[in-house]
Nanobody
């Protein structure tokens, strides 16, 4: 079992930055692929970014490429999402996710965090 706890969400103006953190705990958590999804009320949860267990490979949805950066520190069992040049359409609840393989799809996720709200004002 792996537990995921997100932090770092909040309210920011358009063009601003936020950094989300996800602390993982539990057996073999450092060997899992990690990622971030987001969800707007009434819409499906969508993939945002993913990183493999070593941190050597990263993946992004097209709408955040060049603005968001995912990274991980396995010594701290923590994954980060640095979000720059934020837009109002980035407003959503952001969920940390973990799984045994690269999690670019909903089906690949084995564990979810509880979510953290990100609100970008125009």
């Amino acid at each position: 079992q792996v537990q995921l706890v997100e932090s770092g969400g909040g309210l920011v103006q358009a063009g601003g930055s936020l950094r989300l953190s996800c602390a993982a705990s539990g057996r073999t958590s450092s060997s899992y692929a990690m990622g971030w999804f987001r969800q707007i009320p009434g819409k499906e949860r969508e993939f945002v970014a993913a990183i493999n267990w070593s941190g050597g490979q990263t993946y992004y949805t097209d709408s955040v490429k060049g603005r968001f950066t995912i990274s991980r520190d396995n010594a701290k069992n923590t994954v980060y999402l640095q979000m720059n040049s934020l837009k109002p359409e980035d407003t959503a609840v952001y969920y940390c996710a973990a799984g045994p393989i690269t999690i670019t799809t909903f089906a690949a996720v084995r564990y979810w965090g509880q979510g953290t709200q990100v609100t970008v004002s125009s």
